[in-house]
């Protein structure tokens, strides 16, 4: 008996503290945001006795990087404005998930995190609030017109202003090119043969991500294209079945692999471990390969092209709700998230790619291995299919995954199989 | 009279006590029940609202025809025909094994239902790092001259092994029902059996299985639910879309791609109704063969 009292009070401390953690957690993740000093308060009093306190809620990725960036930003803006208050709210897991069933409970954020993949929908349903008065003439000729354009609605309402932006090239590995005494490739012909060449004694030439997000440029590259004129998903445009029977090809031939195949979670992996001498990825592995192998040599250079040289671009924008209580005050935060100042802070802290033109010279003398990837973003195609981005996102992947792992299916069936339940979605939008 | 109203005193007293519970119940679970069952027949974006129109049985006649739902169906009955009985047998044993009076007999017990209070994710995170294609079991099975398999990423494999992963994982809560099952059972039953002369497997075969019939038919019904729900495992080995190859497309994680992939909240409803439907049907089914038949049998033999 006292042994199982002993254990029960074992189990209640034990519970205890798990909650206590759980209770840490919570408050760490919104409090640095609201943190508020002795100094902006007694501001307050005497230069702003009149406004109103307002509370605006910005909801992150809950990526510690980003989300410490956007504290750092929040502080600063809640300094020069006393009677806002910022809270950095970071959403774990599936954050479009999240956003649309708070958005049916009318208890989404102020401002979040945009897409440019998810972005369609929401503009579709009414849930942004127009942002064309958060920028001034002079700030819309800082941004690149096709960030911008991503982000209108069909009448060229703006619906979000881009943080920064991610693009695609090929990374190698400097050694293994050395060794084999290769150049890098530049057309598809140079890229299948130096995968064969550097594949063999345990590395593969090649690691590919299998899905729409790194097969585009090839379909691009192709001549072919992801929507047609009038904004509707052409996933099996007959260019696009070409380019992906030479992506495949590739794999069949031995020359690549997916990460999956080489039992790693993701290409990053696969190239710091030197199984891999190539892939194609976006700018976020530089960190990646910073922090992972740090001694590595590698180069990046351009997606091997065919016809016209392709890439494609990922940008985050920030947007706000279309039910926020203080539209006027969350738009002027947006200004300041998005303005050359701190657009300096993101362009030194090395995540992404600075949105407007004017912080890229700063960014490429912090960052020069960057350099191809900003290069990347006047020949780069969207990722961003209309209202039903993520079906086709799906419908892709899992077209490509029959045609990888299925010897019985075709490029042309997969693809047209997959168009089909794209229109199919459409039609039940 | 008097008895009467101490009768109404002692409902009102009860009613009051579970007041708190079929509250949160009728908010919680009647009452978003009723509101699916409705969302079903419409066509409802989640987030177009207002939009919302009313299609009758289009959403159901959608779904019967749609292949991927009939792959999905399929699917989770394969897992739930494996992982119920196989779960149900291997609890059984543990149990009696964990009722035999033996050393370390606390260890074993707390030991079997570890995997039990370990969560989803964190068990599919553990089996996807055995699993892995440079994993353990790979290493291990290199010794006897088998190739590595990407077990997660061959169509083959996947499923057998969130199955795998599934009974690891619950055959400890159902031994704790057993267990209690066992001890229910009075030991005269088995003085009386060995003096008979019994031996240990008829003793098992013919006192331990059918004196817990109530217990195997609980483990049973709640184990046929928990399969045929069956989402985390399949969400987290396929990240999200029932690959390799549709191989771990489940009912629910169908569902869960439709309502909050598409946005279609009226179609997902009318997955979840119809999904009711089978697991209901079934639950009676098996109510019918472990309780009602036997008791009727057990009539006529008299």
Redesign the interface.
């Known amino acids: 008996m006292k042994m199982f009292k002993k254990c029960m009070s074992l189990l209640l401390v034990c519970a205890v503290s798990i909650v206590s953690v759980g209770c840490g957690n919570d408050t760490s993740q919104t409090t640095p945001a609201s943190v508020t000093t002795n100094d902006d308060k007694e501001k307050e009093e005497v230069v702003t006795p009149a406004k109103e306190q307002v509370t605006l809620t910005i909801a992150t990725y809950a990526d510690p990087l980003e989300v410490d960036l956007v504290t750092a930003q929040a502080s600063a803006y809640m300094k020069e404005n006393p009677h806002v208050k910022l809270v950095v709210e970071p959403i774990a897991g599936d954050i479009w998930e999240t956003l649309k069933i708070r958005m049916v409970a009318n208890d989404e954020p102020d401002i979040f995190y945009m897409d440019l993949f998810q972005v369609a929908q929401f503009i579709d349903t009414n849930k942004l609030a127009p942002l064309d008065e958060a920028l001034s003439a002079a700030d819309i000729a800082d941004f690149e017109p096709a960030l911008l354009d991503a982000f209108r609605g069909p009448d060229g309402t703006l619906y979000g202003v881009p943080k920064d932006f991610s693009t695609l090239a090929l990374y190698y590995n400097v050694e293994m090119f050395e060794d084999a005494g290769l150049t890098p490739p530049e057309t598809w012909d140079d890229l299948e043969k130096t995968a064969q060449a550097l594949t063999g004694n345990g590395v593969v030439g090649l690691t590919l991500q299998n899905g729409i997000d790194r097969v585009q440029p090839f379909f691009y590259s192709n001549g072919g294209s992801m929507m047609s004129d009038d904004g509707l998903p052409t996933f099996n445009n007959p260019k696009n079945i070409e380019a992906y029977e030479y992506w495949i090809g590739l794999f069949e031939a031995g020359y690549a692999k997916t990460p999956q195949q080489l039992g790693v979670n993701w290409t990053g992996d696969a190239f710091t471990m030197d199984m891999a001498a190539m892939t194609i990825e976006g700018n976020w592995m530089i960190q990646a390969l910073m922090e992972q192998a740090p001694d590595m040599e590698y180069g990046v250079v351009p997606i091997p092209y065919k016809e016209v040289p392709a890439s494609m671009q990922f940008t985050v924008a920030y947007s706000m709700s279309n039910n926020t209580d203080n539209p006027d005050v969350a738009r002027d935060v947006i200004r300041f998230l998005t303005d050359t100042n701190q657009q300096m802070l993101i362009a030194e802290s090395g995540r992404a790619i600075p949105s407007r033109n004017s912080t890229l010279i700063t960014f490429l003398e912090n960052w020069p291995d960057y350099k191809v990837f900003v290069e990347q973003a006047p020949i780069a195609s969207e990722f961003n299919y209309g209202i039903i981005s993520a079906t086709v996102v799906d419908e892709a992947a899992k077209a490509m995954e029959r045609i990888l792992l299925d010897p019985n299916s075709t490029v042309q069936g997969a693809f047209d199989a997959a168009q089909e339940n794209i229109d199919k979605a459409l039609a039940n939008q | 009279m008097k008895q009467r109203s101490k009768q109404f005193q002692s409902n009102v007293a009860g009613w009051l006590l579970v007041f708190p519970v079929v509250a949160l119940m009728l908010v919680f679970i009647v009452g978003p029940a009723i509101f699916s069952f409705g969302l079903s027949f419409q066509?409802y974006?989640?987030?177009?609202?207002q939009e919302a129109t009313f299609i009758w049985f289009e959403n159901y006649v959608e779904l019967l025809k749609d292949p991927y739902f009939h792959q999905a169906l399929y699917n989770t009955f394969k897992y739930s025909i494996v992982v119920v009985p196989v779960q149900t047998a291997i609890s059984l044993l543990l149990a009696t094994a964990a009722n035999q009076k033996i050393k370390g007999q606390t260890f074993f017990r707390v030991a079997y239902y570890v995997p039990a209070v370990t969560s989803a994710v964190a068990s599919a995170s553990m089996f996807m790092f055995l699993f892995?294609?440079?994993?353990i079991v790979?290493r291990f099975l290199a010794n006897f001259g088998f190739v590595?398999v990407?077990w997660?990423?061959?169509?083959r494999y996947a499923l057998p092994l969130a199955m795998l992963m599934a009974i690891w994982s619950t055959v400890g809560t159902q031994m704790l029902v057993f267990l209690a099952g066992l001890q229910d059972i009075p030991g005269e039953v088995y003085e009386a059996a060995e003096i008979d002369g019994v031996s240990p497997l008829q003793r098992f075969f013919y006192i331990t299985v059918p004196l817990l019939s109530e217990k195997t038919m609980f483990v049973v019904v709640v184990g046929m639910i928990g399969t045929l729900q069956m989402f985390d495992q399949a969400y987290i080995i396929s990240g999200g879309?029932g690959?390799?190859?549709?191989s771990t497309t489940t009912v629910v994680l169908y569902l869960y791609?439709k309502a909050?992939?598409?946005?279609?909240l009226g179609?997902g409803s009318a997955v979840a109704v119809v999904l009711f439907v089978v697991i209901f049907t079934l639950t009676m089914l098996q109510r019918y063969f472990f309780e009602v038949r036997p008791k009727r049998l057990e009539r006529k033999g008299a």
Request: glycine share 14%; no cysteine; aromatic share 10%.
């Open positions: 066509k974006n989640m987030l177009k609202p892995n294609t440079n994993g790979n590595p990407s997660f990423n061959d169509p879309v690959g390799p190859l549709g791609n909050f992939g598409e946005n279609r179609y």
